[in-house]
């Protein structure tokens, strides 16, 4: 059985690089397209980006099961490392959610101690992220919440993150030694909209779905009084975490008393945790 699986959803002329994949030994590929129909691609015309890895994940569950489930964009270009490194380093860490340093985009996701291979991260860019099969198989993270990708597709992102930093923080790990650039840029549904009103909206559904406090990785940490963006100090702090490195996504176990019951994200884990085990 193969450890891996790379779902890629991009433009048709960029896919054509990336066919490599489907040829590694330990790794399977599904790759999809938005724009234009190609040989050895799910086409799914003018697709979202939630709407593109949920048909690569549908697809990905028809096949054998997988140790992890890497999403990619089609436009990753790595500094340091490569494939290769990537799928070593899940195998020696075995974490749930894991992604490479990233060296643009949010300034967060490229704040590291240079010194460590390792570290708990806090935010992420969705262009490289790899997802444990538990992970899959717990109904949290996905099935993706598509229904604001008309209006924009961050809002989808950052509720993405608050689960992840809600339900397997202390194993969400950022591989500092392999490095991936993200230098292009494109037009998404929303993307021009003020980062307030994705956060927002992603804040009202969360509101809806959890009944006490959840991490905000978006509020100011309290600790600390800083005027400016705290981020890197709560991420050097994350770090020293990583010690206590635990692979059990215990958050699960007490899933109905964090969520309210008639929560849409109860109801998806509900679901998906009954058609992995039937009556």
């Not at 978006?218 to 206590?244: A, E, V």
Request: aromatic share 14%; net charge positive; proline share 2%.
């Amino acid at each position: 059985m193969k450890k891996f699986i790379y779902l890629m959803q991009g433009r048709s002329d960029l896919i054509d690089r990336y066919q490599h994949l489907s040829t590694r030994s330990n790794a399977d590929a599904i790759f999809l397209t938005y724009d234009k129909k190609i040989e050895n691609a799910i086409f799914l015309p003018n697709s979202s980006f939630g709407e593109g890895r949920s048909k690569l994940l549908e697809a990905a569950l028809l096949k054998e099961k997988y140790d992890y489930y890497i999403f990619s964009d089609d436009d990753v270009k790595f500094a340091t490392g490569g494939w290769d490194k990537f799928e070593e380093e899940l195998i020696k860490v075995k974490p749930l959610v894991a992604i490479p340093l990233f060296l643009a985009v949010f300034k967060v996701v490229k704040y590291h101690i240079k010194s460590l291979k390792y570290q708990l991260f806090i935010e992420s860019d969705e262009q490289l992220i790899a997802f444990h099969r538990s992970v899959i198989e717990d109904g949290i993270i996905f099935p993706r919440q598509t229904q604001f990708d008309k209006k924009s597709w961050w809002i989808g992102a950052e509720i993405q993150i608050a689960l992840i930093q809600n339900f397997y923080h202390n194993s969400a790990v950022q591989f500092n030694t392999i490095q991936v650039l993200n230098d292009e840029s494109r037009k998404y549904p929303g993307r021009d909209l003020d980062a307030t009103i994705h956060i927002k909206e992603a804040r009202k559904w969360l509101d809806m779905q959890f009944r006490g406090n959840y991490k905000d990785i978006r509020k100011r940490n309290k600790l600390f009084s800083c005027r400016t963006n705290c981020s890197k100090i709560i991420s050097w702090y994350r770090t020293l975490k990583f010690m206590f490195f635990n692979r059990k996504n215990k958050s699960i176990k007490n899933i109905r008393n964090i969520l309210y019951s008639d929560s849409i994200l109860l109801k998806q884990h509900l679901a998906t945790i009954n058609q992995k085990y039937p009556d």
